[in-house]
């Protein structure tokens, strides 16, 4: 009995036990899909952090400034996205987005600051040419 489906249009497969697809044409609108599903997810991640970091720059021109946390969810700011974190030695945590982030400095402010990437991007191209 072959109960095998086809994954897009769920016919019934013969020939090759391995088989996933009846034809050329599922198996590129299955990809093709599953792409641009895909995409989607990236693509709204993406203008959050984008969104972030406007914010971040706005409220911080000179590299080093406060604000209320408040002030950022206000402008909508989402505390839940971030490109990543550090923790200092002393356990204060700070969120980056990009080269701009934050610390929580007191109940319901913040300091926020910049971070000089190229020296990090510099670094990861040299790694990146003593393994090849």
């Known amino acids: 009995m072959n109960d095998r489906k086809c994954l897009e249009c769920s016919e019934p497969l013969r020939g090759r036990a391995d088989q996933k697809f009846c034809n050329d044409q599922c198996r590129s609108s299955y990809n093709n ?35 209320l946390k408040s002030e950022l969810h ?7 996205y971030y490109t990543y974190n550090f923790t200092t030695r ?27 990437l190229n020296g990090d991007l510099t670094h990861m191209k040299q ?6």
């Open 90 to 116: 002393t356990g204060r945590s700070y969120y980056f987005c990009y080269d701009h982030g934050y610390a929580e400095i007191e109940h319901d402010k913040v300091i926020l600051v910049t971070r000089d």
């Open 74 to 80: 206000k402008k909508g700011y989402r505390f839940d």
């Open 33 to 67: 899909r599953q792409i641009i599903e895909t995409n989607n997810v990236i693509r709204a991640i993406n203008r959050i952090l984008k969104k972030n970091y406007s914010i971040l720059t706005a409220l911080n021109p000179g590299g080093k400034a406060t604000a």
């Open 127 to 132: 790694i990146g040419e003593k393994i090849r």
